[in-house]
């Protein structure tokens, strides 16, 4: 957990779709990637505190994104994912995913929180930030995610 860090186990190029977790219900779900749409993972734990500071600024992203080629995943490492969002004015805005440690399913490589990953239409990470979004980080998400068009 850090505020900026450059250091994550998730490069450039890392397949990360498809992705198993549970949903707020507690129910089993799977995120995979679709060849229509970028996805937009917003990574975060309810107990990091670089998180808090870091959800406004992905509340102000979600603001403006316009276009319906990309989809938005919440991945929240551990417990109380739902109360994090809500807290923040983020619930109900996209779909999460809550990865919990388990021996027969441990979590993927997300040890870094907060992080924002763009992938591609294949599940693989096109861009990736970690720690909080400073503000020339904060631009290039904007500018990633706002240069993504809707289908005609």
């Known amino acids: 957990m ?36 970028k996805t937009l993972l917003l990574v975060f734990s309810a107990t990091c505190h670089f998180c808090e500071k870091n959800a406004s600024n992905w509340k102000e992203i979600l603001q403006n994104i ?19 969002l809500k807290k923040h004015g983020l619930d109900g805005k996209f779909s999460t ?28 990470a096109e861009k990736v930030w970690s720690g909080v979004l400073d503000k020339k980080n904060f631009n290039e998400v904007l500018d990633s995610v706002v240069a993504v068009k809707s289908a005609d």
């Open 97 to 124: 995913v809550s990865l919990l440690p388990d021996k027969s399913s441990p979590l993927p490589i997300f040890d870094v929180t907060p992080q924002t990953i763009l992938l591609n239409s294949n599940g693989e």
């Open 2 to 37: 850090t505020e900026n860090s450059n250091q994550s186990a998730v490069t450039v190029g890392t397949k990360i779709l498809p992705l198993s977790g549970l949903d707020a219900t507690g129910n089993k779900v799977e995120v995979d990637s679709n060849a229509e749409r």
């Open 66 to 84: 316009k276009s319906d080629k990309i989809s938005i995943v919440g991945v929240a490492l551990g417990k109380d994912g739902e109360e994090f």
